[in-house]
């Protein structure tokens, strides 16, 4: 069965997201986008964990369904044509910050568990090591290989990603406070390792770059701090929806791991080298040559993910390894329809286009990947199947993000 799994997703609970965060919210959005299994977020939470408990059910592959007197209620109001059954797949994001070789760490992780049992035996280990009620995304002062290692003894099924791997403040490559190296970070345990998450600011094409990395699965999700961001990165399978069938898909790198859906990785927010505070962004090389300091205040620049993937590549733009998976870049639903009716995306104009499409077309990955551009011709707003065209065929117009600044692509530009 093919379906599409956003692997990475938060709660209310975790700082910094949206009050709307709930599981009424995450089922209603999964169908709006497309998604068939979404990932719980903040497990380790004990409110989140609770409201996780009183409201799933699980369906006897490791995953879990919302209770069916609460699908019913909720699934008023999402339009008819996006309807189908979302599962829910177990799964916390671990900030370890801890000293390793004489300096600072700041490292994210997803952890995933297949049942209720692996997940209490996870949360009762971490409640040691420090307090999981103050955020969704715990802070803790554990290193990623004791993270790995807590994960792997809890259930022999339970697994472990490493989270947007290149984000230069938290993350394993992180050019501020991580490794050069999948093994330098895990050590004795990296073998268990067997997919990375790339983070919005990268694709493949940029990873593949790295030999390093060629030994794991390279997943994209969206991170998502509220409902709507549901799916701007997610990954394709071709199995039993069920969650060993997913952690086998991505340790054997086989066939049922179709590949990923990603932003332009112009889009993401650390993309570019620059400094937010003067709006300066640079590309990589010219970075270097002004030895990786702000032009216009002479502080050091925010280390861009394109920098940092140049610093650690031993291989050429362009390379394609056997076993890369195909990728598709994106952009979603609502930002499209934001540049053709020139209004922000929340506006009411773009909800309600955007409402119309989905109940006429059904879901956004629907319309993204699938809506003839000729049948979209017909639709409002004008230039809709325009812009799907050049969507598809990569002719967009690409403003880097920089320093936790959001790039931004345009699909018909000037």
Avoid at 176 to 199: I, Q, R, Y
Avoid at 356 to 362: E, K, T
Avoid at 373 to 382: I, K
Wanted: net charge neutral; charged share 25%; hydrophobic share 40%.
């Amino acid at each position: 069965m093919a379906f599409v799994a956003d692997l990475h997703v938060h709660s209310r609970y975790s700082r910094a997201t949206s009050r709307t965060l709930d599981l009424h919210c995450l089922h209603a959005w999964a169908q709006r986008k497309g998604i068939g299994v979404v990932a719980t977020g903040d497990f380790t939470h004990p409110a989140w964990f609770a409201e996780l408990r009183e409201c799933l059910v699980p369906t006897g592959n490791g995953l879990f369904q919302l209770r069916e007197d609460i699908v019913r209620v909720v699934d008023a109001s999402v339009p008819k044509a996006c309807r189908a059954k979302v599962h829910f797949i177990l799964s916390v994001e671990i900030s370890s910050i801890y000293k390793r070789d004489g300096r600072v760490r700041k490292v994210h992780n997803l952890v995933y568990a297949p049942d209720w049992q692996t997940a209490d035996r996870i949360r009762t280990r971490l409640s040691r090591v420090g307090n999981l009620a103050a955020d969704g995304r715990p802070i803790l002062g554990l290193d990623a290989r004791d993270l790995l290692d807590l994960t792997l003894e809890a259930s022999p099924d339970a697994f472990l990603i490493p989270a947007h791997i290149w984000t230069p403040w938290f993350s394993m490559l992180g050019a501020k406070s991580g490794f050069d190296s999948l093994d330098e970070c895990f050590g004795d345990l990296s073998h268990h390792v067997f997919a990375a998450e790339t983070g919005l600011s990268s694709d493949p094409a940029m990873n593949w770059r790295l030999s390093s990395l060629d030994g794991v699965s390279l997943v994209s999700s969206s991170d998502a701090h509220s409902p709507e961001k549901l799916g701007r990165e997610a990954n394709r399978f071709a199995c039993d929806v069920s969650y060993l069938a997913i952690r086998d898909a991505l340790r054997d790198r086989s066939e049922a791991f179709v590949g990923t859906l990603e932003l332009f990785p112009e889009e993401g927010k650390y993309h570019y080298p620059g400094h937010r505070l003067c709006g300066v962004a640079m590309p990589p090389e010219q970075a270097s040559r002004v030895e990786n300091l702000c032009p216009t205040c002479g502080k050091t620049l925010t280390a861009g993910v394109a920098s940092r993937v140049d610093a650690l590549a031993d291989r050429p733009p362009g390379f394609v390894p056997k076993e890369g998976k195909p990728f598709t870049n994106l952009v979603p639903l609502p930002e499209i329809l934001s540049e053709l009716v020139g209004t922000g995306t929340s506006s009411a104009r773009v909800r309600k286009c955007h409402e119309r499409l989905l109940a006429r077309h059904g879901s956004e990955l629907a319309i993204l990947l699938d809506l003839p551009a000729e049948d979209a011709d017909h639709e409002e707003p004008a230039r809709l199947g325009e812009a799907l065209r050049r969507l598809r065929s990569g002719m967009v117009e690409r403003v880097p993000g920089y320093d936790g600044q959001y790039g931004r692509i345009r699909v018909l530009g000037d």
